[in-house]
């Protein structure tokens, strides 16, 4: 159980493009979802969190215009990269849990590699 | 906001020798510990958690220790294998930050033969 998916696994754009990734939770329904990004041997660092229904908070630094949050049922969440740039390319990660509790268990997808060329 | 520290960054340990991460945190209304294991390319995968009112918790070869008083908690392997080589995160919940984890920098672990 628990299952977290992502798509697409890896995806190369030009520049200027957007990219529309998206997280699914397979078995169980996420009240809410984070979306991370992780630059190569560095660790996670939150970009925002989704709540289904709601809009999505995101933390300090990071541009609400230019990562789009939808997080329109439960079970289903996506990031758009607008206007993507080089300097967006790293890896996307995103998690779900059941609840809102502070106890509540993250299960993380399996990620999606950005390439902006 | 929360901040937490990990050590060592990189650790190189003899197969079947015991490893420890350590980690600390800043705000001490946090109340719940996962640690993850990331294999290169790969999802962090969650493998032992604990939660504030618990000083202990045991699974198997893994184990994890948390002291609130010192505001540190540390993830223990035991009989380390090849196989346990990857990149352990820790991750605090401070209470008040809704469901939000902060992650420590992460821990390299090399199980060598």
């Known amino acids: 159980g628990a299952v977290v998916s992502q798509h697409p696994s890896r995806v190369i754009c030009k520049s200027g493009t957007s990219v529309k990734i998206e997280c699914r939770s397979l078995?169980?329904?996420?009240?809410?979802m984070f979306w991370y990004r992780q630059f190569p041997k560095k660790s996670l660092m939150l970009m925002a969190t989704?709540?289904?229904?709601?809009?999505?908070?995101?933390e300090q630094g990071v541009e609400k215009d230019k990562f789009l949050i939808n997080h329109a049922s439960l079970t289903l969440s996506t990031l758009t990269v607008t206007s993507a740039h080089p300097e967006d390319s790293s890896f996307y990660i995103c998690?779900?849990?059941?609840?809102?509790?502070?106890?509540?268990?993250?299960?993380f997808g399996p990620g999606t590699r950005l390439t902006v060329l | 906001g929360e901040n937490v520290e990990q050590h060592p960054s990189t650790l190189s340990v003899q197969e079947g020798d015991s490893a420890v991460i350590k980690c600390t945190y800043s705000?001490?209304?946090?109340?719940?510990f996962p640690w993850y294991k990331q294999e290169l390319g790969k999802r962090p995968q969650l493998i032992i958690d604990?939660?504030?009112?618990?000083g202990e918790k045991k699974d198997q070869r893994i184990a994890v220790t948390l002291n609130k008083t010192a505001k540190h908690f540390s993830l223990h392997i035991t009989e380390t294998q090849p196989e346990d080589s990857a990149v352990y995160f820790c991750?605090?919940?401070?209470?008040?930050?809704?469901?939000?984890?902060?992650f420590g920098t992460g821990t390299q672990l090399k199980v060598e033969l």
């Open positions: 604990i939660r504030s009112n618990v």
């Open positions: 991750a605090a919940r401070f209470t008040g930050g809704g469901n939000k984890l902060t």
């Open positions: 078995d169980f329904q996420a009240t809410t």
């Open positions: 705000d001490s209304a946090s109340n719940y």
């Open positions: 989704s709540n289904e229904g709601s809009k999505a908070t995101y």
């Open positions: 998690s779900a849990s059941q609840g809102q509790t502070d106890t509540d268990t993250q299960y």
